[in-house]
C-alpha cells in the first residue's frame, strides 16, 4: 500500500481545515496502525486513539461521516470500548481526543442501519434503515439529534420495500435539508427515493417525480454554490426525463430535472461540484457521455471527459478541497501510478500552450495562478517559470510533460511533488516540508536542474537528479538536524578531484550544500 494508502477499502471522506478523515476496512494506513478510521493532516496519518481506552478506532466499517470543527460525527458503528453496545453514532472530539457516543443510538428497531449523518448548526441529521431510534415514534429512516433529545421529521419515509431507507443527506441551509435514497414517500408526500426537508415549518415536499428506473436508488446528493441539486445512484430516468444515473434539479416553481449528456452506464456513488461549475462523478461505470471513463470523469461545458486513463476498480467517495480532489474506493492503481484505495487528483491544470508561461492566468483551468495553498497538475503542455519565481502546494508533472524552470528563478513546492515527466532549465525547485515521499518520481522521471529540499534526523531521504544524458538516485541518510540540502546534478570534468583519480574518471558528478530552513 506504500507510505500513504491502504491495503483495503476505504469508503468515506471527511475534510475539516488541514485534517482529512477516512473509513473504511483497514486496520492499518499508510505505515499506521488504525482501526477502520483514519485522520491525514497532510504530512501523515493518525490513528483516532483515546488515551483512557485500551483500542484505537471504531468496532467495525462506518457508513458515514460528518465533521464540524473539531468534532467528527461517525454513523454505523460504536467506537473500541464503548460501555454501551450498539450506539452506531460516535463522536470524535480532536480537540481533547476523545470518544463518546449519542444516547439512543443503541435504541433503534427495524434493520437498524445507519448509513448516514449529516450536520446543520447544533442538530445532527441520521439515516438508514431503522423504523425507529431513541424510542421516538415516526422516525422510520431519518431522525434529528439536537444534542439532548432524538426527533422526528413528521412521520418519516415509507416505502414498498420492507425496510426504505436513506443513504444521503445534504445540508444547503437551515430551511434546506436534502434527503436520497430508497423510499416512495416522505411525510405523507408522494417523494420517490429523493425529497426537501424544511426544519422552518416541518414539512416534507418532492423534487418533481424524483428519479425512477434501475434499482430505482438514490446514493449521492451534491448541492451546487447556484443552488442546482445534484443527485447520482442507481436509476435511468429524473422526471420525465432519461438521465442514466446521474441528474441535476434545478430549483423553482415548480424546478426541473436535466441531464448530464448521455450519463453514465453505472452506478454512480459520489459528486463533487468545483466552484467554477465542473462536476466530478465517481463510482461503478467505465463509460460517461458514451466514452470510456474508468469509474471517474469529469462533466464541463456540456461534455464528459476522463481523468486521464482513470481507476483499476470503484470509487466510494470524493471530496473537493481547493484545488485537490480526493478519491476514495476499491482501486489500487490512479492512471499508471500505484495508489491504495485514496489518491488526490489535482484540478487547477496547466492548458496553456506549449511552452506556455506559469505567470498566465488564462493557462490555468481555474484561471488563477497556483499560490502556495494551491495544488496544481502539468498534464495538458508544458508550461515555464521564466519571468519570476513560482510557488505551488503539491504539483504533478505529467507523463510526457515538461516545466522548465529559467536560470535565476526558482519554483517552491510547499508539500509533494510528483515527477512522471521531466523539469529542466538551470533555475532552482525548493521542497519545503521534510516528509521523505515528498518527492516521488514514475516511469525513470528525474529532475535535470538543481533542488533544494528539507531533511530532517530519523529518515532517508532520495533525491533523483542527474543530467541530460542519465541519472542516478542521490540518497541522503544519518542527519543529524533538520537542514535544506541543495543538490545539483553536474557533468563534464571534475574540478577538484583527487590526485589518485583523473579527472575523466567523473563524467558526472554532484554539488551537495546545507543550509538552514527559509524564515
Keep these: 500500500r506504500g507510505a500513504f494508502g491502504s491495503s483495503r477499502y476505504v469508503g468515506k471522506i471527511a475534510i475539516s481545515g488541514n ?3 477516512v473509513v473504511g476496512t ?3 494506513i499508510g505505515e499506521v496502525a488504525a482501526k477502520y478510521i483514519a485522520r491525514w493532516d497532510g504530512s501523515r496519518w493518525w490513528p483516532l486513539k483515546d488515551a483512557s481506552l485500551p483500542e484505537n478506532g471504531t468496532s467495525g466499517i462506518s457508513y458515514s461521516l460528518a465533521v464540524s470543527g473539531n468534532v467528527l460525527y ?4 460504536t467506537y473500541q470500548g464503548d460501555p454501551v453496545a450498539g450506539r452506531y453514532v460516535a463522536i470524535w472530539n480532536n480537540a481533547t481526543s476523545t470518544w463518546s457516543s449519542i444516547p439512543g443510538s443503541e435504541n433503534r428497531t427495524g434493520l437498524g442501519g445507519i448509513g448516514a449523518v449529516a450536520v446543520s ?9 431503522f423504523l425507529t431510534i431513541g424510542g421516538v415514534a415516526d422516525t422510520r429512516g431519518i431522525a434529528r439529534w439536537d444534542g439532548s433529545n432524538w426527533h422526528a421529521l413528521s412521520t418519516g419515509i415509507t416505502g414498498s420495500m420492507s425496510y426504505p431507507q436513506v443513504v444521503s443527506i445534504a445540508v444547503k441551509d437551515s430551511s434546506n435539508i436534502f434527503v436520497g435514497g430508497q423510499f416512495n414517500s416522505a411525510g405523507g408526500v408522494s417523494a420517490a427515493h429523493i425529497a426537501r426537508w424544511n426544519p422552518s415549518d416541518s414539512t416534507w415536499s418532492a423534487l418533481g417525480a424524483g428519479v425512477s428506473g434501475g434499482a430505482g436508488a438514490v446514493y449521492t446528493i451534491e448541492l451546487a454554490g447556484n443552488g442546482d441539486v445534484y443527485v447520482g445512484g442507481n436509476f435511468t430516468t429524473a422526471g420525465a426525463t432519461t438521465v442514466n444515473n446521474v441528474a ?6 415548480p424546478g ?18 468545483t466552484s467554477n461549475g465542473d462536476v466530478y462523478v465517481g463510482g461503478n461505470f467505465t463509460t460517461a457521455g458514451g466514452n470510456a471513463a474508468a469509474y471517474i470523469a469529469r462533466y464541463s461545458g456540456g461534455n464528459w471527459s476522463p481523468l486521464g486513463s482513470g481507476l483499476n476498480d470503484g470509487v466510494a467517495d470524493l471530496r473537493v478541497d481547493g484545488s485537490t480532489l480526493w478519491v476514495a474506493g476499491a482501486f489500487t492503481r490512479a492512471g499508471n501510478v500505484v495508489a491504495g484505495r485514496i489518491t488526490r487528483y489535482y484540478i487547477s491544470n496547466f492548458n496553456g500552450s506549449s511552452g506556455g508561461n506559469w505567470h498566465t492566468p488564462g493557462s490555468w483551468q481555474s484561471n488563477a495562478v497556483p499560490t502556495s495553498t494551491d495544488d496544481a497538475v502539468i498534464s495538458d503542455a508544458d508550461v515555464s517559470v521564466t519571468n519570476s519565481d513560482a510557488v505551488v502546494r503539491d504539483l504533478q508533472i505529467g507523463d510526457g510533460r515538461t516545466l522548465t524552470i529559467a536560470d535565476g528563478r526558482k519554483l517552491t ?3 509533494k511533488l510528483i515527477v512522471q515527466g521531466q523539469i529542466l532549465g538551470d533555475g532552482e525547485i525548493e521542497v519545503l516540508t521534510c ?5 516521488l518520481f514514475y516511469n525513470g522521471a528525474y529532475l535535470k536542474s538543481s533542488v533544494s529540499r528539507c531533511v530532517n534526523s530519523g529518515a532517508s531521504y532520495t533525491v533523483t537528479v542527474g543530467t541530460d544524458n542519465s541519472y542516478s538516485p542521490v540518497v541522503l541518510s544519518n542527519i543529524t538536524s533538520t537542514k535544506m540540502v541543495t543538490v545539483r546534478a553536474n557533468q563534464g570534468a571534475y574540478q577538484n578531484a583527487p590526485a589518485r583519480l583523473p579527472q575523466n574518471r567523473l563524467p558526472r558528478w554532484w554539488y551537495l550544500n546545507a543550509y538552514d530552513l527559509p524564515a
Design 435 to 439: 516528509d521523505p515521499d515528498a518527492n
Design 121 to 129: 448548526g447544533n442538530d445532527l441529521y441520521v439515516g438508514g434503515s
Design 74 to 77: 461517525v454513523g454505523g458503528t
Design 413 to 415: 513546492v510547499h508539500g
Design 248 to 253: 441535476k434539479w434545478t430549483p423553482g416553481s
Design 256 to 273: 426541473s430535472w436535466s441531464a448530464l449528456g448521455a450519463g453514465v452506464n453505472s452506478t454512480v456513488n459520489a459528486i463533487q461540484v
Design 19 to 21: 485534517n482529512l478523515y
Design 26 to 28: 483497514f486496520t492499518a
